[in-house]
């Protein structure tokens, strides 16, 4: 009997710790896009498409997995952010700060990424086919693996051609 109710409780015990983390990553992302403000905040997995984000702070911010296809985040803070495997098709991130950023197996495909930062980025296994990255800054970036078919890399710094 003792055992039946400790094993019960041992299998319910990260259902419950679980359940909250959702409901707190919806507030999250509602005061994202109320304040555009979200330093170190966990919103891996969110569900941000096309969402205007532009001039946002998510600096150190968990973005792990997050769908921002077409969000606008022209400008945004997302030094040291984690976007592995975030879905960014289509994104503006024009001038947007990706300093250090973990953009690991991240799809870009298509997003306009003119003048961003990405100064050491990792960029490792990335897909940037038919991104805009003119005058972006990829010094030391990690770019092994990284998909570049079709595009636009003119003015775009730390590529070799």
């Known amino acids: 009997m003792k055992l039946t109710t400790l094993l019960t409780a041992a299998i319910?015990?990260?259902i419950?710790?679980?359940a909250p983390?959702?409901?707190?990553?919806?507030?999250?992302v509602r005061r994202l896009l109320e304040?555009?403000?979200?330093?170190?905040?966990?919103?891996?997995?969110?569900k941000l498409r096309g969402a205007d984000l532009r001039e946002a702070?998510?600096?150190?911010?968990?973005?792990?997995g997050a769908d921002l296809r077409g969000a606008k985040l022209g400008g945004a803070n997302l030094y040291v952010a984690d976007l592995e495997c975030a879905r960014l098709n289509r994104a503006e991130l024009g001038g947007a700060v990706l300093r250090f950023a973990n953009l690991?197996?991240?799809?870009?495909?298509?997003a306009d990424l003119n003048g961003a930062n990405l100064r050491f980025a990792d960029l490792r296994g990335a897909n940037?086919?038919?991104a805009n990255l003119s005058d972006a800054d990829l010094m030391m970036?990690?770019?092994?693996f990284a998909k570049f078919k079709g595009a636009i890399v003119q003015g775009a710094m730390g590529l070799s051609h």
Do not use: F, H, I
């Open 57 to 64: 702070n998510l600096q150190r911010a968990n973005l792990r």
């Open 128 to 130: 940037l086919e038919k």
């Open 16 to 18: 419950m710790l679980a």
């Open 104 to 110: 690991r197996n991240a799809k870009l495909e298509s």
């Open 141 to 144: 970036a990690e770019l092994d």
């Open 12 to 14: 319910s015990m990260p």
């Open 35 to 46: 304040t555009k403000e979200c330093v170190g905040c966990d919103l891996s997995g969110a």
């Open 21 to 28: 983390a959702g409901a707190e990553n919806s507030a999250l």
